[in-house]
């Protein structure tokens, strides 16, 4: 059998830099 | 070839189940591999040969496992330690304007009681209260026309309103850093784009390096210590009441709604994927919408045959979340900044006006640069990946 890969995605906290 | 052990970087595994969690810390990678993937990292990782480790596995598995073809993959995602020692890594950029190096700087046990049993009792409490007086003090609650721009003059609201939201932004991204540490974690600030929105980042992709439950404290510690700083001032308020502390209150709700948007990938957008134990829905929503309208570009659909299906599940209706959101966005757009920028604007060429001899001019532009700055970093940051895309 093969090993699939799955990448994961960043994880970012944000904050609203526009008011 | 397969009788030599394989060098591994110093990976990061967590065990999920029926997948496990493998990364390079360093540069900030991670991937999802099911199970028995596991087992071979974890046979590498003790100097097994290729040989031995391919036994292993087929002895976990039930059935041959292909063991090199896997450690050709790793060593594309560049898992395999083929450096000469001494070089420095540098974690791979995830924004346009980031910072290039993780940032660790303060001892895991100097920061850990901030983020105990006793200060998340206190986190959630201060939310309580927030909450309560909200609802039950008319007065405390925030009025659009009055709090954030309360001052006569449209531009010292300017000079009050944007310095508060930066201070503002950088207590709550610094606490995010601040629970990061509490794990004994790294993480690095940067400077993004959500849709129509600026907005200031922290990395915390290393939380994929540790148990899944340990992972909602740093995502949520922004909103705890919002929620904090909103409960002083609101408290505040009930005892003696100034413009200042109208607008930070206004700011600090508005922030605090803003992380509802949860399309726009914000601090909730994490807790929600963590809790729904996806990988990669930001990638697989796409996908998912561009099935829907049957625009799916060569090698997509089989991107997505692949995909985990947990991803699949939530995108499927994540991806409507998200249309509906750039609805959501244009409203906020035209409720909220809209009329400040038209009347900043108006402000703008009455004392404009008056000419360049006169400090009103200059001071006028200096209040208009400070708020259309941001917005203009946004055009910027879109025609910019725009660019990069075509390319």
Known sequence: MKIEVRKVEPIKATTNGTV | ?391
């Open chain 2, 1 to 391: 070839m397969t009788t030599q052990p394989v060098r591994l970087r110093r990976l990061s595994l967590v065990d999920e189940g029926e997948e496990v969690l493998v990364g390079d810390p360093e540069a900030g990678t991670f991937i999802s591999i099911p199970a028995v993937g596991g087992v071979v990292i974890a046979a590498l990782m003790n100097g097994a040969t290729v040989e031995e480790t391919a036994r292993r596995a087929e002895e976990y598995a039930g059935e041959p496992v292909d063991v090199p073809a896997f450690v050709e993959t790793l060593r594309e995602l560049g898992f395999l330690d083929e450096d000469d020692p001494g070089d420095e890594r540098m974690p791979v950029a995830t924004a346009p304007i980031q910072g290039r190096r993780w940032l660790s700087g303060l001892r895991p046990e100097l920061a850990r009681p901030l983020f105990g049993r006793v200060a998340w009792f206190g986190y959630g409490a201060a939310a309580l209260f927030s909450l309560a007086a909200l609802v039950l003090v008319p007065a405390l609650r925030p009025d659009p026309a009055g709090d954030a721009f309360a001052v006569s003059d449209i531009g010292l609201g300017a000079l009050l309103v944007y310095p508060i939201t930066l201070v503002l932004a950088a207590v709550h991204e610094g606490w995010h850093w601040l629970a990061a540490r509490a794990l004994d974690l790294p993480a690095r600030f940067g400077i993004d784009r959500r849709m129509a929105f600026l907005v200031f980042e922290t990395d915390l992709s290393l939380l994929w390096s540790v148990p899944r439950k340990r992972r909602y404290g740093p995502l949520l510690a922004g909103l705890a210590i919002d929620s904090v700083m909103l409960a002083v001032v609101l408290g505040w308020r009930m005892v003696a009441d100034n413009t200042v502390l109208g607008a930070v209150a206004y700011i600090l709700v508005f922030q605090m709604v803003w992380q509802c948007m949860v399309f726009l990938r914000t601090d909730l957008y994490a807790v929600l994927i963590t809790w729904l134990r996806c990988k990669d829905l930001w990638r697989v929503k796409t996908l998912l919408l561009r099935r829907a309208f049957g625009r799916l570009r060569e090698g997509e659909a089989a991107e997505l045959a692949a995909a985990d299906p947990r991803d699949v599940r939530a995108g499927l209706w994540f991806r409507w979340l998200w249309l509906a959101g750039l609805f959501v966005v244009a409203a906020w757009l035209a409720f909220f900044a809209l009329p400040v920028l038209v009347s900043l604007l108006r402000w703008t060429a009455a004392e404009v006006a008056a000419g360049p001899a006169a400090w009103r001019f200059w001071y006028a532009l200096a209040c208009t640069a400070l708020l259309l700055g941001p917005w203009l970093a946004v055009a910027g940051l879109a025609v910019r990946s725009r660019l990069t895309r075509e390319r």
